[in-house]
């Protein structure tokens, strides 16, 4: 027998979760989870997040630029306004839903640097931003009486309908029917494409592949970046990241031979854009004949390296490394995917009543390469549908 929702949101990172948080408390959700809600590519985000809220030493058409010039120039100018200008105030939201980002002694939002940003505007929590924005998303949906939670549940057909979508599920075993007025996508990436990569298990592109089944159109999916520093020791598939902000406090890239070389290939160096970083580790690899690269913040007092990444610290000495002493092995790896479902600046798909919003969505604000720490509730699909569209028909 088919349950019925207003809008049923496949997919439990920051897009869903947060696009559920949103709509009014007489518009019912489900929220549908493949595996338990924490597990997510948005949990595994360490640097922070992107967003002018000091008019003073930054300004919007700076992150602007600064998107085009990694992105390119091959962003949607009208999407890079949209994330740029409406972004603070979602962020802000946020931390009034209980993200505890890092304060300074006055009590303002302590901002970092991260490569490709012009100004230090990227917000955080430690070095494990994404967790901490999931863990207060999660337990804020779960207080919503509006919103239905169904984890470790596989969606494994979808339809159009005359009123809808109709949607087959599989949870413990056995197939569960809903049918809803819109249905977002916010599934994430296609990590799992990659022998090694940054993202989590359950990055399969999933999204995607339905929504290209239901006939919407898909756009850029060559557009794939790879992030500079990941982990480069022994171990599977999943390779965990070594933050840019950790660049952006000062750490350097080292060759096989020890010598910094990113000003080689580029007058930014070590904070260029992730792509132009990841090149140049590529061509030097090739020169040197090596794949063996290092990034060194071992000049840095233990005690702020210790406090600021304590997770990649943590991390790291799993591995044998202690990164306040010794240098860390990096090479780039397949991160984030910028093409995706086409959306329009409201998340709205080719589909009438299906949306997209998160990773697995073309939004054009990324272009040919993602700024670090762009990713905030403006791509969280925060205001996707105004109210009366979210109602039943």
Partial sequence: MEKRY??????????????????????????????????????????GVACVLDTVHDAYKLHISDTLIAGKYKNTLAAVEKLVKEGPADVLKTKELGVDYDLNPDGTLCKTL???????????????????IVDALIDA??????????????????????NGFYLSVLKDSLPHYFGCNYCIF?????????????????????????????GANIRNLSR????????????????????????????????????????????RGELA????????????????????????????????VRDRFPMIYARCLEEGVDITK?????????????????????????????YAAGECSHTGVHGANRLASNSHPRNFAGRLLCPAQARKI
């Avoid at 916010?186 to 089944?213: L, P």
């Avoid at 580790?281 to 840095?300: A, C, G, N, P």
């Fill in 273 to 304: 854009p992730r792509d132009v970083v990841s090149n140049a580790i590529v061509r030097e690899s090739l020169k040197t004949q090596s794949e063996h690269f290092y990034l060194d913040i071992t000049h840095k007092p233990q005690d702020f």
């Fill in 186 to 214: 916010a599934t994430g990436g296609i990590g799992r494409v990659y022998k090694y990569t940054t993202n989590s298990a359950i990055a399969t592109g999933d999204g995607i592949a339905f929504a290209h089944m239901l």
């Fill in 114 to 132: 991260e490569a490709g940003h012009s100004r230090h505007r990227i917000v955080h929590h430690k070095d494990s931003t994404g967790k901490a």
């Fill in 141 to 162: 949906v779960r207080t919503l009486p509006n919103v239905d939670i169904l984890e470790n549940a596989l969606l494994y057909s979808i339809h159009k309908t005359l």
């Fill in 6 to 47: 207003d809008v049923i949101i496949v997919g439990t990172g920051a897009a869903g979760l947060y696009a559920a948080i949103n709509f009014p408390r007489d518009v019912s959700v489900l929220l549908l989870s493949k595996r338990e809600l924490p597990l997510s590519n948005s949990s595994l985000a360490q640097g």
């Fill in 224 to 267: 794939v970046q790879f992030h500079p520093t990941a982990f480069a020791a022994d171990q599977g598939r999943e390779r965990f990241l070594i933050s840019e902000a950790v660049r952006g406090e000062g750490a350097v890239l080292l060759n096989c031979d020890g010598r910094r070389f990113a000003f080689d290939y580029d007058k």
């Fill in 326 to 354: 010794d240098r860390i092995p990096v090479f780039p790896c397949q991160h984030y995917l910028m093409g995706g479902i086409d959306v329009d600046l409201h998340s709205r798909t080719s589909i009438d009543g299906l």
